[in-house]
């Protein structure tokens, strides 16, 4: 009898997914999974592009959300910017590197509804978090009520429809998508959800300041950064 592999365990089944039969895809253990899977490369360089964006946005002192903060990097670089942080995570191991005082933070599953903190945000920021997000237009509906009347939210999708992945699709191959995410959205689609949720002055740039990336982001950038006002 064949064994399943786990659906957490992305670095290991990561080199062979492009060849699997059956393409499975969501993560049953996310602290498992933090355990196990380190930043991804390259996640540092689309945390920078994210900060200086937020620094346009809002100057500090101003109090920031972080839905997902994962290995935690983009929040503690936020924090010794100066912003006041604050985070959710349906897992321990993740909140558990962050260092902050308890009242701050809040372990909850995302798919069960955003936690009250008690406090209106500036920005809540989502990197990587929609695509593993059950109803995803409710959730969008969720975090514009969570945010100030002058807030902003920030997210960052991976990017479905790369020339890569087009070209790929063209030659009957599948796509280059993690198998830890739990559903896929194309650019527009995102935009649109950020709009029926009532946010507003919807932006969409390249996750790295690279020129082909500038030149069209939905073409060439791997993944993407929106950026909505309430």
């Known amino acids: 009898m064949f064994k399943k592999k786990p659906a957490h365990d992305a670095k290991k089944r990561w080199p062979k997914h492009q060849h699997d039969l059956v393409h499975t895809f969501g993560v049953e253990d996310y602290d498992e999974y933090w355990n196990s899977a380190p930043m991804r490369k390259g996640m540092r360089s689309i945390h920078k592009r994210m ?11 101003a109090n920031l959300l972080e839905l997902g903060p994962g290995p935690g990097h983009l929040f503690k670089a936020l924090s010794e910017a100066g912003y006041e942080m604050y985070a959710c995570d349906v897992s321990r ?3 558990d590197r962050l260092n902050v005082p308890p009242e701050r933070v809040r372990q909850a599953n995302l798919n069960q509804g955003l936690p009250d903190y008690g406090v209106k945000f500036r920005g809540i920021l989502a990197a990587m978090v929609l695509h593993h997000i059950d109803k ?11 945010v100030a009347p002058d807030g902003f939210v920030v997210l960052t999708i991976p990017n479905i429809v790369t020339l890569k992945n087009r070209m790929r699709m063209l030659a009957g191959e599948f796509p280059e998508l993690s198998p ?17 949720a009532k946010l507003k002055n919807v932006r969409v740039l390249a996750a790295r300041r690279k ?19 309430a």
């Not at 995803?136 to 969570?146: D, I, N, S, T």
């Open 51 to 61: 900060i200086a964006e937020i620094k346009k946005l809002v100057p500090t002192p």
């Open 93 to 95: 191991v993740a909140l």
């Open 180 to 196: 830890s995410h739990r559903n896929f959205m194309t650019p527009p689609e995102v935009k649109e959800l950020l709009l029926r």
């Open 136 to 146: 995803p237009e409710p959730f969008l509906v969720q975090l514009r009520e969570a």
């Open 211 to 229: 020129p082909l990336h500038a030149l069209s982001p939905t073409l060439f950038s791997k993944e993407l950064i929106l950026l909505a006002s």
